[in-house]
Protein backbone atom coordinates (compact mmCIF):
# COMPACT_ATOMS: atom_id res chain seq x y z
CA UNK A 1 0.00 0.00 0.00
CA UNK A 2 2.99 2.59 0.74
CA UNK A 3 4.41 1.29 -2.23
CA UNK A 4 1.18 2.19 -4.29
CA UNK A 5 0.84 5.49 -2.75
CA UNK A 6 4.56 5.83 -3.71
CA UNK A 7 4.43 5.92 -7.32
CA UNK A 8 1.16 7.70 -7.57
CA UNK A 9 3.21 10.86 -5.92
CA UNK A 10 5.73 9.84 -8.65
CA UNK A 11 2.96 10.09 -11.04
CA UNK A 12 1.27 12.98 -10.41
CA UNK A 13 5.25 14.62 -10.07
CA UNK A 14 5.50 13.45 -13.59
CA UNK A 15 2.72 14.80 -15.08
CA UNK A 16 3.07 18.33 -13.05
CA UNK A 17 6.67 18.07 -14.55
CA UNK A 18 5.15 17.47 -18.22
CA UNK A 19 2.47 20.03 -18.12
CA UNK A 20 5.00 22.90 -16.74
CA UNK A 21 7.02 21.84 -19.76
CA UNK A 22 4.41 22.90 -22.53
CA UNK A 23 3.48 26.01 -20.10
CA UNK A 24 6.85 27.11 -21.14
CA UNK A 25 6.75 25.88 -25.02
CA UNK A 26 5.58 29.26 -26.36
CA UNK A 27 8.62 31.08 -24.89
CA UNK A 28 10.94 28.55 -26.50
CA UNK A 29 9.35 29.12 -29.59
CA UNK A 30 9.77 33.09 -29.12
CA UNK A 31 13.39 32.24 -28.61
CA UNK A 32 13.54 30.24 -31.93
CA UNK A 33 12.16 33.23 -33.82
CA UNK A 34 14.56 35.27 -32.22
CA UNK A 35 17.38 33.06 -33.62
CA UNK A 36 16.29 32.82 -36.93
CA UNK A 37 16.47 36.41 -37.56
CA UNK A 38 19.84 36.71 -36.01
CA UNK A 39 22.80 36.93 -38.18
CA UNK A 40 24.94 33.53 -37.89
CA UNK A 41 28.93 34.37 -37.96
CA UNK A 42 28.57 31.54 -40.67
CA UNK A 43 26.60 33.36 -43.42
CA UNK A 44 22.70 33.42 -44.52
CA UNK A 45 19.79 31.76 -46.12
CA UNK A 46 19.82 32.43 -49.63
CA UNK A 47 17.18 32.02 -52.56
CA UNK A 48 17.97 29.67 -55.77
CA UNK A 49 18.56 32.15 -58.08
CA UNK A 50 21.95 32.80 -55.88
CA UNK A 51 23.14 29.53 -56.26
CA UNK A 52 26.74 29.44 -57.68
CA UNK A 53 27.25 25.63 -56.72
CA UNK A 54 25.77 22.38 -55.50
CA UNK A 55 26.66 20.08 -53.34
CA UNK A 56 25.48 16.40 -52.80
CA UNK A 57 25.18 14.76 -49.26
CA UNK A 58 24.74 12.25 -47.84
CA UNK A 59 23.66 11.26 -44.07
CA UNK A 60 24.03 7.32 -43.12
CA UNK A 61 23.81 5.48 -40.38
CA UNK A 62 27.73 4.92 -39.54
CA UNK A 63 27.38 8.24 -38.28
CA UNK A 64 29.15 9.76 -41.33
CA UNK A 65 27.98 12.77 -43.53
CA UNK A 66 29.57 12.26 -47.03
CA UNK A 67 30.18 15.77 -49.40
CA UNK A 68 30.46 14.77 -53.37
CA UNK A 69 32.65 18.29 -53.17
CA UNK A 70 33.95 20.47 -50.15
CA UNK A 71 35.33 22.92 -52.54
CA UNK A 72 33.50 26.24 -50.42
CA UNK A 73 35.01 29.73 -51.07
CA UNK A 74 34.28 32.55 -48.85
CA UNK A 75 30.98 34.00 -50.54
CA UNK A 76 29.81 30.99 -52.53
CA UNK A 77 25.66 30.75 -52.09
CA UNK A 78 25.68 26.86 -51.86
CA UNK A 79 23.02 24.77 -52.49
CA UNK A 80 23.41 21.25 -50.64
CA UNK A 81 21.08 18.62 -51.77
CA UNK A 82 21.25 16.09 -48.45
CA UNK A 83 19.37 12.97 -48.70
CA UNK A 84 19.35 10.47 -45.63
CA UNK A 85 20.22 7.18 -46.89
CA UNK A 86 19.77 5.47 -43.44
CA UNK A 87 17.19 3.70 -41.40
CA UNK A 88 17.11 6.66 -38.31
CA UNK A 89 16.48 10.04 -38.69
CA UNK A 90 19.02 12.40 -39.24
CA UNK A 91 20.05 16.25 -39.95
CA UNK A 92 22.16 17.99 -41.39
CA UNK A 93 23.23 21.45 -40.14
CA UNK A 94 25.27 24.43 -41.14
CA UNK A 95 27.03 25.99 -38.19
CA UNK A 96 30.30 26.13 -36.10
CA UNK A 97 30.88 25.73 -32.68
CA UNK A 98 28.73 28.18 -30.86
CA UNK A 99 25.80 26.86 -32.84
CA UNK A 100 26.84 23.48 -32.05
CA UNK A 101 26.94 24.24 -28.26
CA UNK A 102 23.20 26.33 -28.08
CA UNK A 103 21.91 23.33 -30.94
CA UNK A 104 22.83 20.33 -28.74
CA UNK A 105 21.36 21.03 -25.89
CA UNK A 106 18.04 22.20 -27.73
CA UNK A 107 18.23 19.14 -29.26
CA UNK A 108 18.18 17.17 -26.22
CA UNK A 109 15.93 19.31 -24.34
CA UNK A 110 13.32 18.58 -27.37
CA UNK A 111 14.54 14.75 -27.18
CA UNK A 112 13.02 14.52 -22.95
CA UNK A 113 9.71 16.49 -24.23
CA UNK A 114 6.85 13.87 -24.80
CA UNK A 115 6.16 13.99 -28.64
CA UNK A 116 8.85 16.19 -29.37
CA UNK A 117 11.19 13.91 -30.44
CA UNK A 118 12.14 14.23 -34.26
CA UNK A 119 10.02 17.51 -34.18
CA UNK A 120 10.86 19.79 -37.14
CA UNK A 121 12.35 23.43 -35.63
CA UNK A 122 12.54 26.23 -37.57
CA UNK A 123 16.53 26.44 -37.54
CA UNK A 124 17.20 28.06 -41.02
CA UNK A 125 20.33 26.49 -41.39
CA UNK A 126 19.09 22.91 -40.13
CA UNK A 127 17.09 20.84 -42.36
CA UNK A 128 15.52 17.23 -40.37
CA UNK A 129 15.66 14.00 -42.31
CA UNK A 130 13.57 10.90 -42.52
CA UNK A 131 14.80 7.61 -43.65
CA UNK A 132 14.97 7.86 -47.12
CA UNK A 133 14.08 11.63 -47.54
CA UNK A 134 16.16 14.10 -49.83
CA UNK A 135 16.02 17.97 -48.56
CA UNK A 136 17.60 20.97 -50.22
CA UNK A 137 19.40 23.68 -48.27
CA UNK A 138 20.99 26.92 -49.88
CA UNK A 139 23.32 28.74 -47.20
CA UNK A 140 25.54 31.64 -48.36
CA UNK A 141 28.91 31.87 -46.62
CA UNK A 142 29.58 35.04 -46.05
CA UNK A 143 32.37 36.47 -47.66
CA UNK A 144 33.97 38.63 -45.19
CA UNK A 145 33.46 36.36 -41.93
CA UNK A 146 33.19 33.09 -42.56
CA UNK A 147 36.10 31.23 -41.66
CA UNK A 148 35.52 27.50 -39.73
CA UNK A 149 32.37 25.66 -40.75
CA UNK A 150 30.80 22.70 -38.99
CA UNK A 151 28.43 20.58 -40.35
CA UNK A 152 26.60 18.05 -38.17
CA UNK A 153 23.70 16.07 -37.51
CA UNK A 154 22.67 16.96 -34.04
CA UNK A 155 20.56 14.10 -33.56
CA UNK A 156 21.18 13.13 -29.67
CA UNK A 157 24.04 11.15 -29.57
CA UNK A 158 24.84 11.11 -33.36
CA UNK A 159 27.24 14.44 -33.33
CA UNK A 160 29.19 12.89 -30.55
CA UNK A 161 29.30 9.26 -32.82
CA UNK A 162 31.30 11.69 -35.31
CA UNK A 163 28.61 12.59 -37.48
CA UNK A 164 30.17 15.89 -38.48
CA UNK A 165 32.67 17.52 -41.24
CA UNK A 166 34.57 20.52 -40.99
CA UNK A 167 35.47 22.41 -43.31
CA UNK A 168 37.83 25.51 -43.51
CA UNK A 169 36.34 27.69 -46.21
CA UNK A 170 39.35 29.32 -48.67
CA UNK A 171 39.60 32.61 -50.07
CU1 LIG B 1 22.46 11.60 -37.56
Not at 18 to 34: C, I, K, R, V
Not at 48 to 73: C, G, P, Y
Given at each position: ?13 ALFQASTTFAQMP?MH??H ?56 P ?16 EMKQMAAMPGMAGMEHP ?5 S?Q ?24 VP ?15
Amino acid sequence: MKMKSLSMVMLAAALFQASTTFAQMPAMHMEHAQHAHHAFAFGRPAQEADVTKTIHVEANDQMRLNFDSMAIRRGDVVKFVVKNVGQVPHEFAVGDDAFRREHINEMKQMAAMPGMAGMEHPDPNVVSLQPGETKTLIWRFDPLHTRNVLFACYVPGHYEAGMYQRIVIGD
